[in-house]
């Protein structure tokens, strides 16, 4: 079954710790690999994704993630995290036969203590 | 550029009332999506439209929901007889024509609660 799995439900941190957020997927074809951030009340933001080429992606904010194909895994980072990146993160594969929708992980819950 | 519109955002109703979500995708985008969040979960696919066509409700609960999106107008998610399972989070998303490679883009949500 298809599924994305995120361990870590919630993360609190102290500023200017880094961050590392595991994703890791199950799904058989080629994937489309998204995270999103959801700032409290807000809607859900892209931060970055990867569909093909270099593995190391690096989005907005500072983000970056690295796809592993063989762990099956999208990991999300930051250097250095600051107050203002409190909030959800949810990491989302796009299913590339059939119909393309998303199947995201649970999410995790970023807190960042000033 | 106006981003995907969801309303009302935050609707409260009783149990046995109907559920009205309404969704106005971006500018130019043709492809509509609905996600449900329930409490401590992540976003779970309900069902993708085109205009005047249903493409996937593989995610759709098999009664008291339906989802539509007219030729004018937002698409619109119908909960009949709502119950309280039923409150959650519910997501539009939009894309401009639905293929792989394309990044769908979210509104803000609807929060039902069911009393």
């Known amino acids: 079954a298809q599924s994305v799995s995120q361990h870590n439900h919630h993360v609190i941190l102290s500023e200017a710790a880094s961050l590392e957020l595991g994703c890791n997927y199950s799904?058989?074809?080629?994937?489309?690999l998204f995270w999103y951030v959801q700032y409290p009340g807000q809607h859900l933001q892209l931060l970055l994704k990867?569909?093909?080429?270099?593995?190391l992606v690096k989005g907005i904010k500072g983000f970056e993630a690295e796809f592993i194909k063989s762990k099956f895994s999208f990991n999300l980072r930051k250097p250095s995290v600051q107050w203002s990146d409190t909030a959800e993160y949810f990491c989302a594969v796009l299913t590339t036969s059939g119909t393309y929708k998303y199947i995201f992980g649970t999410g995790t819950r970023l807190k960042v203590l000033a | 550029n106006a981003g995907v519109m969801q309303n009302p955002r935050h609707l409260v109703r009783r149990r046995g009332q109907e559920a009205r979500l309404r969704c106005s995708p971006m500018k130019g985008h043709s492809h509509v999506y609905w996600y449900r969040q329930l409490p401590e979960e992540g976003l779970k696919f309900m069902v993708y439209?085109?205009?005047?066509?249903?493409?996937?409700e593989s995610g759709m609960p098999k009664e008291r929901f339906s989802a539509e999106f007219p030729k004018e107008g937002p698409s619109i998610l119908r909960i009949q007889q709502v119950v309280r399972g039923d409150s959650a989070a519910y997501f539009c998303?939009?894309?401009?024509?639905?293929?792989?490679?394309?990044?769908?883009?979210f509104g803000p949500g609807t929060r039902l609660l069911v009393l």
């Open positions: 998303a939009s894309s401009p024509q639905g293929g792989t490679q394309e990044t769908q883009y």
């Open positions: 439209l085109q205009k005047e066509n249903i493409i996937d």
């Open positions: 990867y569909f093909s080429g270099d593995p």
């Open positions: 799904y058989g074809g080629t994937v489309n």
